[in-house]
């Protein structure tokens, strides 16, 4: 498979991509998560290039891009913007959009902005419409305006110190062991080749308060930090996420949900939740889940999406058994199947 990666030059930056199947006329943009690249979705392209026009982007601040900070009031609407002038240039008038994880939030954010260009709307483990963390019950209730419970730019310090390191060994604080055991069920496992080229992709990131992972103002008692304003953590707190008016958009299109029965990040007790693992004794002084329940992250995503289907639309929910957050990866020939299927 050739690996080369492709650059763009549009209206807003210079943009990285990969690039199958060209000549198809059915278009697919696909947008990756958080700590990742385009590159995480090579085997899926390889997959379905005799079908598609496969395009996988990185964001402004991952991979080769051009990058530039992430301002976390708009992080999702200057990516969703990025999207659309990658899409102008290469002529994408119509097309499907994808979306995993934080890109999930990108692509919700795209719907939500230019529902008119698009003709299916896909998303992987997508962040819930109400952010990540700091929320709770279905219908995304704050527990205050600051979003208090959401760790924001706050990231465990070893985790930090081993991206910025370039550490490609197996700690439990290495890139390695977070992607084998958290992106994926323990268990999966990739091939030798593609595991060096998702750290190596990884490892382009910008790393800092402006970018990865972002700012964030310390408090004295649980859950001792609030989100700050800057970096791509940030731009996924609850003030400044607001995806739910994606059930009122005016132009419907099918929106196919996946997610993996045993993911430990989006979860409806995710294991990335301060609030989760204060319940759990992992964070100490938890007030106690009467006064700060977990953010149900998959309940509220379907609360939403219920909306949409009242008004009108149409999605579809698929449980990937056995894979985690990157079901793409791990049930490929699933997955795959769905898509033909559907898109």
């Known amino acids: ?161 081993s991206l910025k390191s370039k550490d490609r060994g197996d700690g439990q604080s290495s890139m390695r062991f977070i992607m084998n055991n958290h992106y994926f069920k323990p268990g999966f496992k990739l091939d030798s080749e593609l595991e060096e080229l998702f750290l190596d992709e990884i490892f382009d990131m910008q790393i800092g308060p402006d970018y990865y992972a972002g700012d964030f103002k310390q408090l004295a008692e649980f859950p001792y930090a609030l989100p700050g304003e800057h970096g791509f953590n940030n731009a996924l707190a609850p003030q400044y996420c607001k995806l739910e008016g994606i059930s009122d958009i005016e132009n419907k299109m099918k929106i196919l949900w996946f997610r993996g029965d045993s993911d430990l990040i989006v979860a409806d007790n995710s294991y990335y939740d301060f609030v989760y693992l204060g319940k759990i004794g992992a964070v100490p002084g938890y007030p106690g889940e009467d006064k700060m329940p977990p953010q149900p992250m998959v309940s509220q995503t379907r609360y939403v999406f219920d909306k949409y289907k009242q008004n009108g639309g149409e999605y579809h929910e698929f449980i990937i058994n056995d894979a985690g957050h990157s079901c793409h990866l791990e049930q490929e020939d699933e997955f795959v199947k769905i898509i033909r299927e559907h898109v």
């Open 1 to 161: 498979m050739d690996y080369t990666k492709l650059f763009i030059s549009t209206s807003r930056r210079k943009i990285a991509y990969y690039r199958l199947g060209e000549s198809n006329k059915k278009k697919l943009i696909l947008i990756h998560g958080n700590v990742s690249s385009g590159a995480f979705y090579l085997p899926l392209m390889e997959k379905l290039s005799d079908e598609y026009d496969i395009v996988a982007p990185d964001l402004s601040g991952y991979g080769k891009t051009d990058p530039s900070p992430v301002d976390a009031k708009t992080g999702l609407l200057d990516w969703a913007n990025d999207i659309d002038s990658l899409a102008q240039e290469l002529g994408f008038d119509k097309f499907s959009l994808l979306g995993w994880s934080l890109g999930g939030g990108v692509a919700m954010r795209y719907a939500i902005e230019y529902s008119e260009k698009l003709d299916n709307l896909l998303l992987i483990s997508p962040v819930s419409p109400f952010g990540f963390g700091g929320t709770y019950d279905v219908d995304g209730k704050m527990f205050d305006e600051n979003g208090l419970g959401c760790a924001g730019g706050f990231v465990n310090n070893d985790f930090l110190n």
